[in-house]
T-cell receptor
Framework: GENVEQHPSTLSVQEGDSAVIKCTYS??????FPWYKQELGKRPQLIID?????GEKKDQRIAVTLNKTAKHFSLHITETQPEDSAVYFC????????????????FGKGTKLSVKP | DTAVSQTPKYLVTQMGNDKSIKCEQN?????MYWYKQDSKKFLKIMFS???????INETVPNRFSPKSPDKAHLNLHINSLELGDSAVYFC??????????FGPGTRLLVL
């Protein structure tokens, strides 16, 4: 089955700096890669996602890149702000693939991002 | 205007008891899920349902049983609760090929 590795587990940056979180996945059949932000005591919130037919996607200060050959994908946050502080999760899966575990989203173990003012 | 809702928000109970957690979504999604988030914040899929049929059943104890009365609801029933069941349980929903949206979570504490 799919296995997702996420690094680093903790990341501390100064306000205004950039933050990068990296994930690798093992199953070449995975074609959907979302990123979730979870603030303390709250639900995971989808912040951006990318599908395997594109290599990069950007939404304001957040961007995600995907390298299917290397099975890597990354989250980039520019001009970080204190409110970006949270735990970020990457995930990989093949939605719509029913009848097997490939239909699952498999989550990384999370990165705790701290943005210092 | 809540998209995915869960009840109760908190659940404190004794070992050996049976409890249920309810989940409802008003997004018209086809698929619903249950996740367990442990004290280390790891998110692990437990079940998913599509059109009222269980399509993926991960290796969770059979004390856990999902029940879906209709497409908008997926409840989780837990028998003979154990200390290790203490965690936050999240419900989520999605379209067949779409993004998953999570409920607010149910914090379960087994004493």
């Amino acid at each position: 089955g799919e296995n997702v590795e996420q690094h680093p587990s903790t990341l501390s940056v100064q306000e205004g700096d950039s933050a990068v979180i990296k994930c690798t996945y093992s199953d070449s059949a995975s074609n959907y890669f979302p990123w979730y932000k979870q603030e303390l005591g709250k639900r995971p919130q989808l912040i951006i996602d990318i599908r395997s037919n594109v290599g990069e996607k950007k939404d304001q200060r957040i961007a995600v890149t995907l390298n299917k050959t290397a099975k890597h994908f990354s989250l980039h946050i520019t001009e970080t702000q204190p409110e970006d502080s949270a735990v970020y999760f990457c995930a990989a899966g093949n939605p719509g693939n029913y009848g097997g575990s490939q239909g699952n989203l498999i989550f990384g173990k999370g990165t705790k991002l701290s943005v210092k003012p | 205007d809540t998209a995915v809702s869960q009840t109760p928000k908190y659940l404190v109970t004794q070992m050996g008891n049976d409890k249920s957690i309810k989940c409802e979504q008003n997004l018209g999604h086809d698929t619903m899920y249950w996740y367990k988030q442990d004290s280390k914040k790891f998110l692990k899929i437990m079940f998913s349902y599509n059109n009222k049929e269980l399509i993926i059943n991960e290796t969770v104890p059979n004390r856990f049983s999902p029940k879906s009365p209709d497409k908008a609801h997926l409840n989780l029933h837990i028998n003979s609760l154990e200390l290790g069941d203490s965690a936050v349980y999240f419900c989520a929903s999605s379209q067949v090929t779409g993004s998953q949206y999570f409920g607010p979570g149910t914090r379960l504490l087994v004493l």
